[in-house]
């Protein structure tokens, strides 16, 4: 899985890997860069933490995301989402 993805492999340990914290099943959305595209995906079965909201899938789900993000036909498919794009500047809140 890309590095950037946000989402991480399962270690089946039943914590979070990063906190230490419980884990629960969850449906989560998650955007992926691939080749300077952006994909989101819905729907994803995922394990997220309760604690620091760290998000990770099993290793057959990684596999599937994989195929998805692959599948140009059914990119093609998609329905379409409109997102903004700011360029950066310094602002004072
Ligand atoms: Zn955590």
């Not at 994803?44 to 995301?65: F, L, M, R, T, W």
Request: with cysteine; charged share 30%; hydrophobic share 40%.
């Amino acid at each position: 899985m890309e590095a950037n993805s946000g989402i991480h492999m399962m270690d089946n340990s039943g914590e979070c890997h990063v906190c230490g914290e419980r884990i629960e099943e969850k449906y989560v959305k998650q955007a992926f860069w691939i080749k300077g595209k952006l994909i989101v995906i819905e729907r994803i079965p995922a394990v997220v933490c309760s604690q620091c909201g760290e998000k990770v899938v099993k290793a057959d789900i990684g596999q599937s995301i994989v195929a998805l993000l692959g599948n140009v036909k059914r990119q093609r498919r998609a329905r379409r989402m409109t997102v903004p794009v700011i360029r950066f500047a310094r602002e004072v809140a």
